[in-house]
């Protein structure tokens, strides 16, 4: 039901954008050629300087690509959640969705689907693909599977912080900061963890997981092995799943409708 | 007299956001500590003090500045515009006594003047005492401050220009992109325009987009003298005289779509 119901909204996700087919071509190519930025400046700085310690410019294009791929793929599918549920909640309908035959969670997230983040899955791609050929890594090993299995969870991390800001939104009916605060944890991740100092390697890796977001899937995939500290990332990010969760259902408990 | 009531109008708007104001206070030394730890890393490893000109204070200072920058050089006039335009609620403002560029200028220095008080300053405290960025001797600073003011002005000015064009196109999020696109790459935004080839300096030279970022950032780092100081803002007054004549002739080819369609 839930993919049923899922395909039904990005069908007509699809059909609003072409209503203005125009300006969603030059949205897409113009979002192509942002994402393309974060290239063009890594090269630039690669070219002028030695670059990132222990970071090749074809691995820092790897880690680069992942994160891009990674934070359209939640873009794509659920970072819109918090507006949505902000929408509901100030308009008084969310009420009207308890007597659904499905979970609330689960059809706000449908509502949430974002076809922009498309040209940013798709950069990722190139990134990712560009440097895997360079780097002459292979698609057949078990770094790769890891690798995938990694981006996966990144994707559940995503999603948790998500469902946090949801649950907030719903309990303080403000939503205003929560995705400053979301984008600039996120602007974290696109580095190697590597340039911090041990006291932060440490907080983003076991207070708040931000290098599962692209650092930990990579340095995996070229060849670092699973380490005490991704291992310990992958459990932080199931313990801000299940709080996420908990959260949730805290939110709608305390969630008093329009008129309370 | 109307142009204060729309400063006035911006700035308990402002306030009524207080939140995320103080959100961003929280935010900016999250962003200090990666351009700090990024940029240290980067000059240890290649074992220079200087690159493209810039030291590791400088390049600090760069980044610092350019996040402070960011607070006043922006403008989502082209969203408000498409949003009037869409709904039809434009005719109300071709109506008020004082011009539609004029109500969302003003309106936008009133949120300014709050950004300056409970923003930009505690900012650059944290800034100067926690990452060490550089001071500005006092004439520096006053330039700089003139020089971001003319720097809001012309970065106003591409945002109406893009909104203007939702008469036409209606929905305009694509040509926003695009806006925010290429004035993050030629504004040097991202990256000191020295990073770049030689013929992309050249190219950003004779473009606008520098006065955005790059040039202000330099007044404050006191990289130029005041004659040359002198020369980039009369250049800057020459942009913004180039612009306000093409919002007019656009502004009269919009109310001409608007009579057109009827309305």
Redesign the interface.
């Given at each position: 039901m839930f993919f049923k119901q899922w395909k039904t909204m990005l069908g007509i996700t699809f059909s609003k954008e072409m209503a203005?087919k125009?300006?969603?071509?030059?949205?897409?190519?113009?979002?192509i050629?942002?994402e393309s930025?974060g290239p063009?400046?890594s090269y630039?700085?690669y070219?002028?300087?030695?670059?990132?310690?222990g970071w090749s410019f074809e691995e820092f294009i790897l880690l680069l690509g992942t994160f891009t791929l990674i934070i359209n793929l939640a873009n794509f599918l659920f970072l819109y959640l918090p507006s949505i549920v902000m929408f509901y909640v100030k308009k008084g309908f969310l009420d009207t969705l308890f007597v659904k035959p499905m979970n609330l969670l689960a059809h706000l997230t449908i509502k949430s689907i974002n076809l922009e983040a498309i040209a940013g899955i798709l950069t990722g791609l190139v990134l990712i693909i560009w440097s895997f050929l360079k780097l002459e890594l292979s698609l057949f090993s078990i770094n790769f599977m890891f690798y995938i299995l990694l981006i996966f969870i990144a994707v559940i991390f995503q999603f948790s912080l998500i469902v946090i800001m949801a649950s907030l939104t719903i309990i303080f009916i403000?939503i205003?900061?929560l995705y400053?605060?979301y984008n600039?944890?996120m602007?974290?991740a696109k580095?190697p963890l590597?340039?911090?100092?041990s006291g932060?390697i440490l907080f983003f890796t076991f207070i708040i997981p931000i290098g599962i977001a692209a650092h930990y899937p990579v340095t995996v995939l070229l060849g670092e092995g699973i380490k005490l500290l991704t291992i310990g990332a992958v459990i932080i990010v199931i313990i801000f799943l299940f709080i996420s969760i908990l959260l949730w259902k805290y939110a709608l408990k305390k969630y008093s409708s329009a008129g309370g | 007299m109307k142009k204060t009531a729309n400063i006035a109008l911006g700035f308990k708007i402002a306030i009524a956001?207080r939140?995320?104001f103080?959100?961003?206070l929280?935010?900016a030394p999250?962003?200090f500590?990666?351009y700090f730890?990024?940029w240290?890393?980067?000059?240890?490893?290649?074992?220079t003090t200087i690159?493209?000109g810039f030291t590791l204070e400088e390049m600090i200072t760069y980044y610092i500045m350019g996040l402070i920058i960011s607070l006043f050089v922006w403008s989502n006039a082209e969203y408000w515009l498409e949003e009037n335009i869409l709904s039809g609620d434009v005719v109300l403002l071709f109506q008020k006594p004082i011009s539609i560029f004029s109500q969302i200028y003003f309106f936008g220095i009133g949120i300014n003047l709050l950004t300056i008080i409970i923003e930009a300053i505690p900012i650059y405290l944290i800034g100067l005492f926690f990452f060490g960025v550089k001071s500005a001797t006092l004439a520096h600073t006053l330039f700089f401050i003139i020089s971001i003011s003319l720097a809001s002005i012309i970065y106003f000015m591409f945002s109406f220009i893009i909104g203007l064009t939702a008469f036409w196109?209606?929905?305009?999020?694509?040509?926003s992109?695009?806006k925010?696109?290429i004035i993050?790459?030629f504004s040097g935004a991202?990256?000191p325009l020295t990073?770049?080839p030689e013929w992309f300096q050249e190219i950003s030279f004779y473009l606008p987009f520098q006065y955005l970022r790059y040039v202000p950032i330099n007044i404050f780092l006191g990289r130029y003298n005041f004659f040359t100081i002198g020369i980039m803002i009369f250049v800057k007054l020459i942009w913004i005289g180039l612009l306000f004549i093409l919002i007019r002739w656009f502004e009269k080819k919009a109310f001409k779509k608007l009579s057109g369609a009827g309305i």
């Amino acid at each position: 039901m839930f993919f049923k119901q899922w395909k039904t909204m990005l069908g007509i996700t699809f059909s609003k954008e072409m209503a203005y087919k125009t300006n969603f071509l030059i949205k897409m190519l113009m979002l192509i050629f942002l994402e393309s930025v974060g290239p063009i400046i890594s090269y630039l700085i690669y070219e002028n300087t030695l670059g990132i310690p222990g970071w090749s410019f074809e691995e820092f294009i790897l880690l680069l690509g992942t994160f891009t791929l990674i934070i359209n793929l939640a873009n794509f599918l659920f970072l819109y959640l918090p507006s949505i549920v902000m929408f509901y909640v100030k308009k008084g309908f969310l009420d009207t969705l308890f007597v659904k035959p499905m979970n609330l969670l689960a059809h706000l997230t449908i509502k949430s689907i974002n076809l922009e983040a498309i040209a940013g899955i798709l950069t990722g791609l190139v990134l990712i693909i560009w440097s895997f050929l360079k780097l002459e890594l292979s698609l057949f090993s078990i770094n790769f599977m890891f690798y995938i299995l990694l981006i996966f969870i990144a994707v559940i991390f995503q999603f948790s912080l998500i469902v946090i800001m949801a649950s907030l939104t719903i309990i303080f009916i403000k939503i205003t900061g929560l995705y400053h605060i979301y984008n600039s944890l996120m602007s974290i991740a696109k580095y190697p963890l590597i340039i911090f100092n041990s006291g932060l390697i440490l907080f983003f890796t076991f207070i708040i997981p931000i290098g599962i977001a692209a650092h930990y899937p990579v340095t995996v995939l070229l060849g670092e092995g699973i380490k005490l500290l991704t291992i310990g990332a992958v459990i932080i990010v199931i313990i801000f799943l299940f709080i996420s969760i908990l959260l949730w259902k805290y939110a709608l408990k305390k969630y008093s409708s329009a008129g309370g | 007299m109307k142009k204060t009531a729309n400063i006035a109008l911006g700035f308990k708007i402002a306030i009524a956001y207080r939140f995320a104001f103080f959100i961003n206070l929280i935010i900016a030394p999250l962003t200090f500590l990666i351009y700090f730890f990024l940029w240290h890393s980067i000059y240890a490893y290649s074992g220079t003090t200087i690159i493209r000109g810039f030291t590791l204070e400088e390049m600090i200072t760069y980044y610092i500045m350019g996040l402070i920058i960011s607070l006043f050089v922006w403008s989502n006039a082209e969203y408000w515009l498409e949003e009037n335009i869409l709904s039809g609620d434009v005719v109300l403002l071709f109506q008020k006594p004082i011009s539609i560029f004029s109500q969302i200028y003003f309106f936008g220095i009133g949120i300014n003047l709050l950004t300056i008080i409970i923003e930009a300053i505690p900012i650059y405290l944290i800034g100067l005492f926690f990452f060490g960025v550089k001071s500005a001797t006092l004439a520096h600073t006053l330039f700089f401050i003139i020089s971001i003011s003319l720097a809001s002005i012309i970065y106003f000015m591409f945002s109406f220009i893009i909104g203007l064009t939702a008469f036409w196109m209606k929905k305009i999020n694509g040509l926003s992109r695009a806006k925010e696109a290429i004035i993050s790459l030629f504004s040097g935004a991202l990256l000191p325009l020295t990073f770049y080839p030689e013929w992309f300096q050249e190219i950003s030279f004779y473009l606008p987009f520098q006065y955005l970022r790059y040039v202000p950032i330099n007044i404050f780092l006191g990289r130029y003298n005041f004659f040359t100081i002198g020369i980039m803002i009369f250049v800057k007054l020459i942009w913004i005289g180039l612009l306000f004549i093409l919002i007019r002739w656009f502004e009269k080819k919009a109310f001409k779509k608007l009579s057109g369609a009827g309305i």
